[in-house]
């Protein structure tokens, strides 16, 4: 069978065989999300290449900024996590506050030992430029800028991409910290790419999505948002800090982050109907900006106006085709859960896709991705739609919206219900390909590691990291049994390690995936541990 989706047109039918992959696989997007799954695939020998519909590289503004700790951690197993955790701004302190009154701060959990801090706040335009110069330097990964999708097609045993080219305008950047332009990552007229597997990570308008038919339903926020990215010394320290109803936007919100290099981003939630140039013109945007910096000088690096969306695609998986990040989900940034759950889906998918196309796996491990993600996107939209509620509060909530921040100023119940954000955590797999849990065990599975430090003064985390994209078995208490042939074998009794799995003294051996998730906790036995993971790899259900 071969299915065809054309621009304008619905799906095509026809019969053809004897088709030949040029590549393992073929990603639509050369965003962070599109790199990220890339360069996973590429490391463990996977021949990727990549379609972007821009001409150059990101360049303009923060957009995305807020990096969370495991983020870092899956950039580190790809080689840029480290230079993004120094480049960018630690913080770990927010504030929220009703008109002039601070109501509460909120420190987040961490500790000198950790790898990296809970957030480090760097531009996404910047982290895409690291993962553009790892991409343009790997041997099994190839990036083609300026192809618009046009065309997708597929086969029982391959898609095919068919791009046309992008108007290309010249590139500006620093030549100390040089981006590929177009003509270095093979441009050239339309392009006609096969692979075995597509992943369409294209953003939140996604092309590839639109071309399969794929519904996007969800909703859009009434007010818009004017985002401001300001050089300027700021009079408080580097902290996230969030006003509700301040003297200098009454009636809304404002949000301030810091960034790297003496730069604050600034977020003022203005009405629908708001004009930017008129703003400008009238020199209100002078006023607005002067209320927050006070009378420094200060320089704008980017300004731009959002309207935030909340939507979810219905199904993440066609054929032999994915979405992930932007393009399979979309909410707004308040809790930095849109490119850190972006990241965690090429994650997810990547050791995957790696696994069935090595034969490590059988194809209906993949179905597995869109049970565990989307429920993932499920959550983090049910967080985010509860914040944007009481952001900008429906008509029939307002009233009781703003008696709550009234009342929070002298009283605690009042101040709990205060929602300003719930910052991202990495997701909680409840169901999926994870066995039920032990009655005394530790309630791990489904979860991240916990990177406690081991007898050889390394994490767990740098454990699996080294293990090439094969799982991580942990036994603690006892030696280690017979590993499958895809599995590392570790047995530590460090304090570190005994403390969080296994409190009690018992002996046990933790799976872990590649993506860092826990996926089983068994008898620390060879046949245990070799159920354990032909079950978590789909092998064995």
């Known amino acids: 069978m071969h299915i065809t989706s054309r621009r304008g047109a619905g799906l095509v039918v026809t019969a053809r065989s004897g088709e030949r992959a040029a590549y393992d696989v073929v990603v639509v997007g050369a965003g962070p999300v599109g790199l990220t799954v890339a360069l996973l695939l590429a490391d463990r020998g996977v021949s990727v290449c990549v379609l972007e519909a821009r001409t150059t590289p990101e360049q303009a503004g923060s957009k995305a900024l807020c990096m969370q700790r495991e983020t870092l951690e899956i950039w580190h197993s790809i080689g840029i996590g480290e230079r993004v955790a120094e480049r960018g701004t630690a913080w770990s302190v927010g504030r929220t506050y009703f008109q002039d009154t601070e109501l509460f701060s909120v420190t987040l959990p961490g500790s000198s030992g950790e790898h990296f801090p809970p957030f480090v706040n760097i531009s996404q335009s910047e982290v895409e430029q690291a993962l553009v110069r790892r991409a343009m330097a790997h041997e099994h990964l190839t990036i083609h800028y300026g192809q618009t999708v046009v065309e997708v097609e597929q086969s ?5 991409l068919v791009g046309a080219p992008t ?8 030549a100390d910290d040089h981006v590929p332009q177009a003509d270095e990552a093979n441009p050239g007229g339309g392009r006609q790419i096969t692979g075995r597997y597509g992943v369409a990570a294209d953003g939140a308008r996604s092309q590839v999505r639109k071309l399969l038919d794929i519904d996007f339903p969800g909703h859009s926020h009434g007010d818009r948002f004017l985002i401001a990215d300001i050089r300027a010394e700021m009079p408080f320290p580097a902290e996230r800090r969030f006003w509700f109803d301040p003297p200098f936007n009454p009636g809304r ?6 960034q790297p290099d003496g730069i604050w981003r600034i977020d003022w939630q203005v009405p629908g109907d708001f004009d ?6 009238s020199g209100r945007l002078e006023h607005r900006i002067r209320q927050i910096v006070g009378a420094v000088d200060y320089e704008e690096v980017w300004l731009t106006v959002y309207r935030f969306h909340q939507r979810c695609a219905d199904r993440w998986r066609q054929g032999r085709i994915f979405l992930a990040g932007d393009a399979a989900h979309l909410m707004s940034p308040f809790g930095a859960r849109g490119l850190n759950s972006g990241v965690a889906d090429a994650a997810n998918l990547a050791w995957k896709l790696g696994h069935v196309l090595a034969g490590e796996a059988p194809e209906s491990l993949l179905d597995s991705y869109s049970h565990e993600r ?5 959550e983090n939209l049910a967080v985010t739609d509860e914040t944007m509620r009481f952001m900008a509060p429906p008509a029939d909530f307002r009233a009781e919206r703003d008696a709550i921040l009234r009342a929070s100023i002298t009283d605690p119940e009042a101040r709990a219900a205060v929602n300003s954000g719930r910052l991202a955590t990495p997701m909680v797999y409840v169901e999926g390909i994870f066995p039920a849990h032990r009655p005394g065990d530790p309630e791990l599975v489904g979860t991240v590691l916990v990177d406690a430090r081991t007898e050889d003064g390394s994490r767990l985390r740098q454990r699996l990291t080294s293990a090439g994209g094969r799982w991580l078995a942990v036994t603690v208490g006892a030696r280690s049994p017979e590993a499958p042939e895809g599995v590392v ?14 409190p009690d003294g018992r002996a046990r051996t933790y799976l872990i995936r590649p993506d860092g998730y826990v996926a089983a906790c068994t008898e620390p036995t060879r046949d245990a541990v070799r159920t354990a993971w032909l079950a978590g790899t789909g092998v064995q259900r």
């Open 156 to 160: 029982d045993g391959s898609v095919t």
């Open 253 to 258: 919100t404002v949000l301030i982050h810091p």
């Open 167 to 174: 108007p290309r305008p010249s590139y500006e950047g620093s």
């Open 374 to 378: 989307l429920a993932a996107a499920q």
């Open 489 to 502: 074998a570790v047995a530590d009794n460090s304090g570190a390690v005994r403390a969080s799995y296994a």
């Open 276 to 281: 930017l140039e008129a703003e400008r013109d």
